[in-house]
């Protein structure tokens, strides 16, 4: 039996129309891509989706379609968002800091017909255009006067584009499961593959990560996502912030930390979300000149774990609260935080700075479990870590056409790739990508906790830790060190170092000095580039294996 | 083109399922209908609401089949609903205080075939068992040693029924949209009709209300539904507080000052949900003994209007933040909350009153408007009133059998029955029930607005306004009144004082005195019987009709 609940789908238009209903006039400030500071709100930013909906579908845009978008954090971008996928078109955010070759291949793969691009990005596309045969056209995100001469076949410009359209069109009723946005993971290895959320999972998602447990976003909060669009849907808040009719900044193309800190101060932000890095350079930014935050008063911070000393600094110095967080594309972004349970006893401030490095515990829609290579549960001690699976109603099924084939084990869970442990409370605490962890005689030694050690070392600029081969042990961790300038540095320094700050069976056995360690487009270690190079090296005692 | 994203349906199992994977140990405190205090936990309640489920497969239930309760707050009553919508039957709460006719009636309407009921309702049953020939069975809602002895044909004892079952019982795969409960309007007028609640709705309006703007539930608050879970799902916190991880607070049977506020106290609730008179008795409570909330942080009070009086004492005097709400059965109870939004100006401390004495904004997933009787929109302009008709994803398509014919009209809109004005932001205050606006010359007047001046006489104890035929403006106000005791009050006294305080044309054309009101099993005034007591009373000025 049914029950006799009204058909009321989870569309994101439902989001927009409700925010442009019941806060019309919320503010939503953009730095824009031109420069100035421009200012637009809810309901105006609904009409104008609704006229970009008319252009999509006279340019022949169908349910399905996917256009893609090159763009900051705007007030553009969000229309675009909101227009194309309220119309059942999915919107591809593609990261424009991939390598070219990578952004034509998804945009092929994703069989993109239209992208929408910020002007600085024009470059970027036309080195590739010619490999974009399916693209039928560019729509550049600026007015007439701010159009840049460019080579691209086929350019548009925004604002004439969508100027005269009906703003009140009509959003059609779509199912809640259909696609709404498609997002590659950049990935260490192997081929970008897409994730591709439907209406319903973002909606659910931005509900879930609303709770005053997670993000708790209000009306009266002003939200800044310094996390791009592009990186997993701005972790939601674009979604999150309409729905409880929060103001919005978006701070555009500028990334350094002068001007997201003048936007923080000026516009009064009091939440926003960012990768560690961010907090790094605003940090150092506000140790130089002596300032606060004046308005601030939590951050979710994600995308890699928040050093121990950027939490405390936060919170001691600036008077900010740390949402730490773990998610990933697969997860829509946000899926564990990091916030006490009701019931734990209380914590001193140090414990309380324990439980905040961990990636925290699971929101509600969300489900994860520890296992071992053979798929059996693995205890919640806070020691034994294994592969982290989820489960939930905003996480990946399958990557776009399928890639890499079936993702889901038997039961339906997600293998997220990390390495993680879970304590008894639930927190979860990430402890490495599981294909480079090292894997020492059965047991599991952690690479990120050896390189997040080794840096400790005041002569270290930047470590990273991969397994080599080991005829007894199978494999056994190699430290690979950048010195600071003008350091010498020897293995034993090194070593003696790490003696008593890690396992005696996790020591490295052996460690080299480079001048270079290789990164991908998003800033991570490329261990597969490492491995690589150093797939010959023959560690100390070990006889040199014969040559095939 | 559907999103790749898994297919975890929204059910209230996976509610259980996540409060007992991750808030375990957080406690359910009980005040148990037998008497003592007794604790339980999220883990311990979802091995026996599973243990329920194999009791309720085993005794025959199968999908779709409706299990009526008879019960108060108490963790076997929460292990009821979750065990009996787990495995896809309708919890079908009762109301115990609707008259045993009317009781009757909804058992067979909604083809009960087994009751839980808590013991002192036992009598009750006894009284109508005769009436009830598809009831199979009733569970007495306690262990063997507490057994009253009973008539009633057919009793199991709770505790005794579950205990050999599986508490590892597997949770069937549902699809979301399946009836979880259902719930009788008490009504005013004709028969009871069902409200038939789904999976589905009942997630997505706990992750609603859950949200930080709204009732915002987190782990670390103690929660307390002192509304009956059979009064509209306890408003949700059922759903809301396992969600989230809360400590729950169930107060069982006592539902008097003295005890209510001992497990306020006792209990350390942070959080609790109840109708204006609870907090009547409560605040004279507090005011006789000089006592204080040493915890309490907030209140969500509905059901009926919160005075304003009422919102200030709490406010002011007793530190509790006051969330006035509106909703109804089928709008799944909190549909709109009197929060304030983000871009007001700031209000000084008599203008937040006057916002907190409206009903408040809706929340996501609930559109509102207002209409005149021809269906088309009124002005939110805080003035104009009209048929209040919402929209939204846990709100009500028809009533259960399709009684009462269609509810929603051409757009998908479900007329609430209640007059309401809407400001220009958005917020909602209901004037009156439509069926009771006084139609006068094609105007309306409200008869709440009427009655809540009238009671501000201090002579007068209770009023009621209906309207009665007038041959020129259709219908004209008649005030009812009882005098407090002792006094003595004239129609001159009474028009005097309102005069001024009301509009010129809203003035009652008589004044009328008696010695009681009727009332509904639920608190309300029969205006129906006070129509049909005085169908015949002619106001002064116009000629008696001629008899037909």
Not at 323 to 348: D, F, N, Q, R, Y
């Amino acid at each position: 039996m049914l029950g006799a609940m009204q058909d009321w789908p989870l569309l994101t238009s439902s989001i927009l129309d409700y925010a442009a209903r019941y806060h019309g006039t919320r503010e939503i400030v953009t730095r824009t891509v031109e420069g100035p500071i421009t200012r637009t709100d809810y309901a105006t930013l609904s009409r104008r989706a609704r006229q970009l909906a008319g252009a999509l579908r006279r340019f022949g845009i169908r349910e399905g379609d996917r256009v893609a978008t090159l763009a900051w954090n705007t007030h553009r971008h969000m229309e675009a968002w909101y227009g194309i996928s309220g119309i059942g078109a999915v919107c591809h955010t593609v990261n424009p800091r991939l390598f070219p070759d990578q952004i034509a291949y998804i945009a092929n793969h994703a069989e993109d017909t239209l992208i929408l691009v910020d002007p600085p990005f024009l470059p970027l596309l036309e080195g590739i255009a010619a490999q974009l045969p399916r693209v039928r056209g560019y729509v550049v995100l600026t007015d007439r006067a701010h159009m840049p001469a460019t080579t691209l076949p086929g350019v548009l410009c925004y604002e004439e584009w969508i100027a005269g359209e009906d703003a009140d069109f009509a959003w059609p009723a779509l199912a809640e499961r259909t696609a709404s946005g498609l997002c590659y993971t950049s990935g260490t290895t192997g081929k970008p593959k897409g994730v591709l959320y439907s209406h319903r999972s973002c909606v659910v998602h931005a509900l879930a990560t609303n709770g005053a447990d997670v993000v708790g976003l209000r009306s009266i909060d002003c939200a800044m996502p310094i996390v791009p669009m592009y990186h997993v849907n701005a972790w939601g808040i674009v979604y999150g912030a309409p729905m409880v009719g929060a103001k919005l900044v978006l701070p555009g193309a500028r990334m350094d930390a002068e001007s997201l800190y003048a936007l923080l101060e000026d516009e009064q932000v009091t939440f926003t979300a960012a990768v560690p890095t961010i907090w790094l350079s605003l940090i150092q930014l506000m140790e130089r000149t002596g300032t606060q935050l004046s308005s601030l008063e939590r951050v979710a911070i994600g995308g890699s774990a928040a050093p121990r000393g950027m939490i405390e600094t936060l919170e001691r110095t600036y008077g900010v609260r740390v949402l730490h967080a773990w998610g990933m594309t697969e997860t829509s972004s946000l899926a564990t935080i990091s916030v006490a349970k009701g019931g734990m006893p209380p914590l001193s401030a140090e414990q309380q700075l324990d439980l905040q490095v961990k990636q925290g515990r699971p929101i509600y829609t969300v489900l994860t479990k520890i296992t071992d290579d053979a798929g059996r549960d693995l205890p919640w001690d806070g020691r034994t870590f294994g592969h982290l699976m989820v489960k939930g109603s905003a996480v990946a099924s399958a990557y776009f056409k399928g890639e890499g084939g079936p993702v889901l084990d038997a039961d339906g869970w997600f293998d997220t790739g990390d390495v993680a442990t879970v304590d008894p409370d639930g927190f979860v605490q990430i402890t490495d990508r599981a294909k480079d962890v090292i894997k020492s005689g059965g047991e599991w030694i952690s690479s990120i906790e050896l390189e997040n050690v080794a840096v400790g070392h005041p002569g270290v600029a930047e470590a990273a830790v991969i397994g080599v081969a080991h005829p007894k042990w199978d494999e056994r961790p190699l430290l690979i060190v950048i010195a600071k300038p003008g350091q010498t540095l020897t293995k034993e320094d090194v070593l003696a170092y790490l003696d008593g700050r890690v396992a005696k069976w996790w020591m490295p056995d052996d460690v080299v000095f480079v001048d270079d360690i290789p990164h991908t487009a998003t800033g991570k270690i490329q261990k597969i580039a490492l491995r690589e190079r150093f797939k010959d090296h023959v560690l100390p005692g070990i006889a040199k294996p014969a040559a095939p």
